[in-house]
């Protein structure tokens, strides 16, 4: 246990070190920039702000990594920088000296953070804040000359900073992380093109497929040749016993004929053999090359998001430590509880939120979570708790932190918001509950009767704020009098990472998030009940509403499953206590899914969170769960038609199956949806060849093809409908983007039904044409 | 017109700085005349427009578009653009032509400013032309609605240029619905 501490706090320090050097540069950075004096009196009060700030944060970051010399002299820089905020204080170049002073041995000692610390390093710092009291006392400048005289003071920086801890350094320098700053924007073009390989490994994924196909295709050569063999061995047979009588009547010279043709056959046989070979070789080596990619494309990526994401639980581990030591020292019992920690957030936010979060932690301890003997007078258990928990929202990330402590007293907001004077008592008295307790974000503002150690300075939550806010977020705060506080943060997600479910409704695919997927089960038609006109299905003896995914995202609904499936296959969502079953076509599986906005113009719609790259290159829309629960409610408000009025428009009758032809997949998609939202069955092939094959299989009342295709065109298709004795009844209606009179009559002459041009295409057209024609 | 009398070295200088002058403000006030701006001409429908090329990003090949429910109309999908994701707008529904079915052969011009960006859908893209500004009517009085709206103007030989300011900044353009 003590090993696994002791390595956990090796890391913090590590992190711990960069983070401080950042703080003590701010502080020197917004001294010197003090020291000109060049700035008007605004801009001074904004940089001692900020310096108050810095040295705040670096107070909070040394004690959660037990650095006691770092912590108390922060505190005492602190209480130099408040009074200057306050204009208790004026800075004289002695006060400069010793507060770069000051900084300039953190900066030494955090350089040795973790090492043995000697007596003279303990000295110095025992000077040093005893030197800034004495500053806030006005005695700087006696201070000063005192320490120079008996020579007990630390020689200038200049002279004795270099030998301790240069020597000390190249012990230590290993401790700090070899980390490099990289633009943001740099990263991110880097995940983009990264994310591009997918559809590099996609297509040598698909090639193989089709060489694996072509490969088959080979196997049923091997067995037609095989079952003609008998045959070719009987004449063969045949040729070689040639009898002398047959010699003369001229049979001889066919069978010379045949005998060069079963030559040819048998090295046709080989010729295929070799090429066989030579293909599986191919094969093997695609498979190899394809293997190679998809490892390399995989790790790239894994790679290459590990760079921007970082899981919640890198920011959320350094808080049980700072809450075990401040509850000792408080002499409270506190636990922590932290869900969600493995959601995935882009560093650069997970950054801005570690000092608010620290601040938020603390502020539960000292202000919120009441001693144990409190607790227990108030009947509550005295094991205190802080929750933190880490969940997505919409496009957004919540983090939340509740304690059950005693909450945010209102009155002590009141007077303090009078304290600060910037508002009127009469405005004071004007504002809500909410508005009161959302003061709580000013700076100035605290509701701690004493000013601590860690805190009752009325910085931290204006430190949240204002961080919450540099990143897109938004900050609230609940609270109601001994139940505790709650503060609530939206941060943007820009990359986050998430598991989502696979669905298709149709042709389309969707991404449904899969924290609000509760199962995916399949149902058989007879368990849909009706009640009060609504369909519900039962699950685990708890009826629940069920939804078609489709009639909730607007779209036809599809009838071409029906037949193939005799089972219903159901996701049931589930959102803050809203449950409802979604009946989809199929469930295709898990997938990671990296969230990617709409862009500008799509700012929000309806039912859609934004959408993601699929494991094959195309784009599918992830669904925001919240609006389809929503959606799903209002529409059984609304809506309370009995099942089977869609297939009105097919009354009684079988259902009519169209074959479309179409090269283009956007139209033939158009096409299809066009056809099946009008009740009808389609199958679709990509060229007239694909269609001739699939007429030949399967049975269709009738065909709607394009003219414009590869390989085969409509016109030949038709034609070769006509010609065939089985099919030539069957209806064809050619649509195209050929209008010229020369066309239709072509496709009149072929023996088309109807030739409809696409310019004046338009759904009602086509579909009269079809009602005529069936 | 003045003969060059030689008249010593002063009076030429003086004489060949006027000209000089008179042939700078000359040019000047052709260039004024013949301003030009860059367009992109395309085909939509079979009519020909054109827009401003300081609005347009790129063109690129539509292909993969993804569908998006509950969308209005004019939103025909999104597609994934080098990794970025690209929302397309078919002007066809606002100025109400005839709406043809797609094909991988057309077209996408992508449109940017500050804050927007989208992509308009296209038949086909002519390429990128010069015309001189005063070259633009007006208007065409059969030319009503919002197609008069992103008017910048029309050229004497009947090309609709559309005014690619007025297309990104047009809050209509921007679907933000609730449930």
Redesign the interface.
Known sequence: MANKDDEFLKRLLVTFAVEAQEHVQGICSGLLRLEQNKDTAEARAELVETVFREAHSLKGAARAVNLIPVETLCQALETVFAALKKDELSLSVGVFDLLQEVLDYLGAVLLTAGAERTHKDKLQQRQLVSRLEGVLKGETQKEESSHRATGVAPPPVITDLPEVPVAEMTNVVPLLPETIRVATHRLISV???S??MLGAKLSSAERLLHMRSTSAVMGSWRKEWTKLLPVVQQCRNSVNSVSPREHMSGTAEKQTTLGKLLDFLDWNSDFINSLETRFTAQLKTTEKDDRLLDGMVTSLLDDVKQVLMIPFSSLLEILPKIVRDLSRTYAKKIEVIITGEKIEIDRRILEEMKDPLVHLVRNCIDHGIESPDERSAKGKPPLGTITITVAPRDNMVELTVVDDGRGISLARVRSAVLKLGKLSEEMVTELSHQELLAQVFQSGITTSPILTEISGRGLGLAIVRQKVGKIGGTVNVVSSSDFGTTFRMLLPLTIATFRGILVRVGE?QFVIPAMYVERALRLFPGEIRNVENRKTISLAGVPLSLASLAAV???PAPLADKEISPQLQIVVLNSSEIRIAFQVDEVLGECEVLH?????????????A??T?LGN?????ILNVI?LL??AI?MSAVTTRPEGTVDTLSPAAEIRSILVAED????RT??KNILESAGYRVSTAVDGLDALTKLKCNRFDIVVSDVEMPRMNGFDLTARIRADKNLQDLPVILVT?LASREDRERGIDVGADAYIV?????QSNLLEVLHKLI | MDAITPRGEADRKRIFRKRAELLARETDQHEREEEQIDVVEFILS?EQYAIESAYVNAAHSMK????????PPF?LG???M??????V?DLRVFFEL???????L?MLIVLQND????AILADVIVGSRRIPRTSLLATLPTLTGIRAEYLLGITPERLVVLDGGKVLCDSR???????
């Open positions: 995940l983009l093109q994310e591009e389309r995202l607007e779209l990617k906005g709409l862009g500008p113009q799509l700012s929000r719609v309806r039912n859609v934004g959408v790259l290159g195309h784009v599918a829309p609006d929503a959606s209002k283009s997949i956007t139209t158009l096409l983007a696409k310019g004046s295409f338009d | 079979g993969d578009l993804t569908q998006l429910p509950c969308t939103v999104v597609v994934n080098r990794g970025k994701i690209l929302s707008i005839p709406r043809r079915a797609l094909s991988d057309n804050t927007m960006k989208f353009m921007v679907v933000h619905e609730e449930v």
